[in-house]
């Protein structure tokens, strides 16, 4: 990954850049604001960081930066309950939103992908209870 130099943010005193790490925190920090996201789906060396002890707070995001845009993907795991294309959008919005005002970059698409489905152990209970229920058959 490349820092990036914004041409339009050159003062008089130098450049200012953003590395695209940068721009990966703020999009995960943003996206489990949302209500109805249980986690970030990082895969296997996010796994080991937090294993170890270190919040990887850019897990599950990837960021293509170019000199005024970005585009960003983000991987999650929603809460069971939630209308997951409700919860995609206001990631989308709240992504867009965070990067464009805190980098003033230009967000110009947010992939939302779902790779689970977290169910409290309240659910799992209560779904165990149900299937312990006699079927009634018409």
Partial sequence: MNTVALDYEKTEMGHIQIAPEVVEVIAGLATVEIEGVAGMSGGFAGGIAELLGRKNLSKGVKVEV??????????????????????????????????????????????????????????????????MKPQRVK
């Fill in 66 to 131: 170019g000199e005024k845009e970005a585009a960003v993907d983000v991987s999650i795991i929603v809460e069971y309950g939630y209308r997951i294309p409700d919860v995609s959008h206001e990631i989308q919005q709240n992504v867009k939103n965070g990067i464009e005002s805190m980098t003033g970059l230009q967000v110009v698409e947010v992939n939302v992908h779902i790779h689970d489905v977290h169910i409290t152990q309240e659910e799992k209970v209560k779904n165990e209870i149900e299937e």
